[in-house]
């Protein structure tokens, strides 16, 4: 039976993550209130994170803010996570 999570994304019930994706306290976290669904949602927005602001996975200054984001977007925290002002999808200028 698949393991049931209430997402705090979706705002209902849906399937689980397999195992943390993120390490400590805030992947178990994650774990536990975040659906399949909802992680791959956070996954697409990253993508449009790192590449609006220049970030880099490799700077632990930008692992960092990358956190932050994770938060807002995942959990409503603070004041990051949303679609970077200025945004246009399919690359549009602004």
């Not at 669904?37 to 960092?64: C, F, H, Y």
């Not at 803010?65 to 945004?87: S, T």
Request: with cysteine.
């Amino acid at each position: 039976m698949k393991r049931m999570v209430d997402c705090v994304v979706l705002k209902r019930k849906a399937e689980g993550l397999d195992k943390p994706p993120h390490p400590g306290e805030l992947g178990k976290r994650i774990y536990e209130n975040v659906s399949r669904e909802g992680w791959k949602q956070w996954l697409e927005r990253l993508v449009m994170i790192i590449n609006e602001n220049g970030l880099s996975t490799a700077d632990p200054n930008n692992l960092s803010l990358i956190e932050k984001h994770m938060l807002g977007f995942l959990f409503g925290e603070g004041d990051y996570g949303q679609v970077p002002a200025g945004y246009r999808a399919g690359g549009g200028k602004k």
